[in-house]
């Protein structure tokens, strides 16, 4: 079970560097046929890692008990959408015409920029869903960029017991082609039953890491299943061990920290309140901003209400805080 949201900070590595564990809270997700998430961005200790600001992970999800992942079209602004599976297959359409099914191991990259919209539904032949999905902040110079979509099926990398897939960025020697507005790292990391292996990082970049499955340390620091374990930079390496019996995976996400303020509601990144308000009036107003979705059965989702309040821009805390254990 997830633990509840919030930062925890439950060790070092060995140079005294702390590792802040973000627990994930369970959230509905795609309206009134919702399937359960679990969220470790954003939360109140930890708004972005680089310009990565949200991760959502979910399953394995019986879809015979469960009835999959059925999110009617919505919007986007000032973002990318990642979406990476571990086992089932998703159908994504969007208002550029795009048409794709998510599979494991395949990158799909949706760039929301000025405004964009598409569907996700679990297909027919899913039987188990389980996967991730991750969206990247635009820095404010591209942030009204064109939309836009990508596909990359990234080559498995061997290490000592241990296999990588990087998706986006450099590591291991690997660099993905897929196009980002600022240097970002993106990857899954498969390890044996009582692997260890010890990656080399970029300095500059602080790196959060998602545990799937095992008996994870980072660093020397446990990372429960579903938490997501966050670094700070100045690491030049990151050592991984899986204590388990059984095989292990976690995502490895990274970036140099993001230096802009962002205003996150709903699907939305803007830079103010009233950029979020016009997004809201325009998407409930069908206006041409958010283009049409064609191959979903079913009406788009509607807005929710805004809060009663001005939406104020989001921070990471400096220094960290938080409960030790």
């Known amino acids: 079970m997830a633990v509840e949201s919030g930062t925890i900070l439950r060790g070092s590595d060995g140079s005294g560097a702390r590792v802040e564990i973000l627990g994930a809270r369970n959230v509905p997700l795609g309206g009134p046929r919702a399937m359960t998430v679990r969220r470790t961005l954003p939360q109140r200790g930890r708004t972005l890692i680089g310009a990565w600001c949200f991760a959502d992970h979910y399953g394995p999800d019986d879809i015979a008990a469960t009835g999959g992942m059925d999110v009617a079209p919505h919007p986007h602004t000032g973002l990318q959408t990642v979406s990476w599976l571990f086992s089932g297959e998703i159908e994504h359409c969007d208002s550029l015409g795009s ?15 000025s405004g964009i919209s598409h569907s996700e539904v ?5 039987t188990t869903l389980h996967g991730v999905q991750l969206w990247v902040a635009l820095p404010d110079e591209h942030r009204n960029t064109a939309r836009d979509f990508q596909h990359h099926v990234p080559d498995p990398v061997s290490l000592d017991g241990a296999e990588l897939r990087v998706f986006l960025g450099s590591l291991a020697g690997v660099t993905s082609p897929v196009r980002t507005f600022t240097p970002l790292l993106g990857a899954e990391l498969a390890l044996a039953a009582g692997a260890s292996v010890t990656l080399r990082l970029d300095a500059g970049f602080e790196h959060g890491i998602l545990v799937d499955a095992g008996d ?66 325009d998407w409930q107003n069908a206006s041409e901003r958010f283009g049409h979705v064609e191959g979903y059965d079913g009406e788009r989702l509607p807005a929710p209400a805004l809060p009663h309040a001005t939406l104020t821009p989001r921070r990471n805390p400096s220094p960290p805080g938080g409960q030790v254990r």
């Open 99 to 113: 048409h794709a099914l998510v599979r494991p191991g395949e990158l799909n990259l949706m760039t929301g920029g």
């Open 122 to 126: 679990s297909t027919s032949g899913t």
């Open 216 to 281: 994870i340390h980072v660093d020397g620091t446990a990372v429960r299943p579903a938490e997501l374990a966050y670094a700070a930079p100045g690491r030049t390496t990151l050592t991984v061990t899986n204590g388990a019996r059984e095989s292990a995976r976690l995502i490895l996400l990274g970036g140099p920290p993001f230096g802009e303020e962002i205003v996150m509601w709903w699907n939305f990144v803007g830079r103010t309140h009233e950029d979020i308000v016009r997004a809201r009036d």
